[in-house]
């Protein structure tokens, strides 16, 4: 039996750090550890056309930019109408199984060049003449040929809103690769949030942004890898949830806000500072010193999670706006057990009880090997690498 264990340890000894380098590998070159890229649309149905008025982020367009094969634009204001042709082509427009063919009719270029400015797009769709359109589906793949890291692809997201010239419209719809906008026309008069769909789509996301988050993904480890008990856990996870919960809220509502400049390095800092705790000071990865780190810098989180949802939320009416912080941060949780829950029972099988050597051994080990991923994550979100 012990020699089972033994072998169970040094086989986590070999492929816990291979792991971790490999994360490692995935967010090299990437300042920002989230591969969404948010903006916002408005779609208005004319009895002649479908006009888009689109507001993309700048970092969507430097994606495309990045990865395309074609060549590079001359200069940054070369940037925008190419982007504009790009969308053209990954941007569908379905009016009853037609497919209608659009063009770029206004460039509004950002105020700066930064990831997190926004480009304005006014684009028109022109229906065949006598058509009498009943029902407008809207589409898109932006950004899903390239890869973010291997199987995970880029992806560009838009809080959309679709009405009708002078009749109804559709408010508050998270508009993505995998869900289209419908808009049946005729609806005179009728505004509606589909509030089923708004909970679904704002968990969702948040969800996909602890999943697709190797920094917050990275933090949870280092912090797991000290938790001995259950109670331990619902500790640590109690202090994360309260203060990310805060700090998100607060962001969304516009009395907190941060820059992503201050945000990213913070939350990159959490990681090596949490792991190198684990490291040097073991005896203080538990109780009311580990408590207060994993609240003080949960705080910092709860701003990064609201870089993923305040694009996502704008121009949505108060009610939806809560149902929309109340989803979202249902799915941060959601994704944060999906990492705690089998990281908690795999350390407990593999290293024993607390006063295990092994355990003590395997919490550095695996706390170095992440440290260093937290390391090339603070250089690159202070933008000393590209």
Not at 134 to 159: M, Y
Not at 234 to 255: D, P, R, W, Y
Not at 322 to 333: D, L, Y
Request: proline share 5%.
């Amino acid at each position: 039996m012990k020699h089972t264990q033994s072998n169970k340890s040094e086989s986590f000894y070999l492929w816990a750090p291979r792991c971790l380098i490999f994360l490692l590998s995935l967010i090299a070159g990437h300042a920002f550890a989230h591969p969404v890229a948010q903006g916002s649309m408005d779609i208005v149905v004319h009895p002649d056309r479908v006009e888009i008025h689109a507001r993309m982020s700048v970092e969507q367009a430097f994606v495309e930019q990045g990865f395309s094969n074609d060549a590079p634009a001359e200069n940054t204001e070369a940037i925008w109408p190419r982007h504009g042709e790009y969308i053209l082509k990954h941007l569908f427009v379905d009016v009853d199984g037609s497919k209608l063919e659009g063009r770029v009719v206004k460039i509004t270029p950002p105020p700066t060049a930064i990831p997190t400015a926004h480009i304005g797009y006014e684009i028109t769709y022109t229906f065949p003449e006598g058509l009498t359109p009943k029902r407008v589906t809207v589409s898109q793949n932006l950004l899903n040929e390239f890869d973010f890291a291997i199987g995970n692809p880029w992806e560009a997201t838009f809080v959309t809103k679709i009405s009708e010239k002078g009749g109804g419209e559709l408010s508050g719809l998270l508009f993505t690769r995998n869900a289209p906008v419908v808009f049946d026309i005729g609806s005179a008069g009728e505004t509606e949030i589909n509030r089923g769909r708004l909970f679904w789509d704002y968990g969702h996301h948040g969800f996909m942004h602890i999943l697709k988050g190797y920094d917050h993904l990275l933090f949870m480890a280092v912090l797991m890898l000290a938790v001995t008990s259950l109670l331990d856990l619902v500790k640590v996870v109690t202090a994360f949830t309260l203060a990310h919960t805060v700090t998100l809220t607060l962001s969304v509502l516009n009395i907190v806000r941060l820059p992503s400049s201050i945000v990213e390095p913070i939350i990159a800092a959490s990681i090596v500072f949490v792991a190198a705790q684990n490291i040097f000071f073991p005896s203080q990865s538990r109780g009311w010193t580990r408590l207060l780190v994993a609240f003080g810098f949960g705080l910092f989180h709860g701003l990064g999670f609201a870089g993923g949802l305040l694009d996502a939320m704008e121009g949505l009416p108060g009610l939806a706006v809560a149902t929309a912080i109340i989803a979202f941060s249902i799915g941060v949780e959601l994704g944060h057990q999906a990492v705690v829950i089998p990281m908690f029972f795999g350390m407990k099988l593999l290293g024993g009880d607390q006063a295990s050597m092994r355990r003590l051994a395997i919490q550095r080990y695996v706390s170095a090997a992440v440290s260093f991923a937290g390391i090339y994550y603070l250089i690159a979100a202070l933008g000393w690498v590209s």
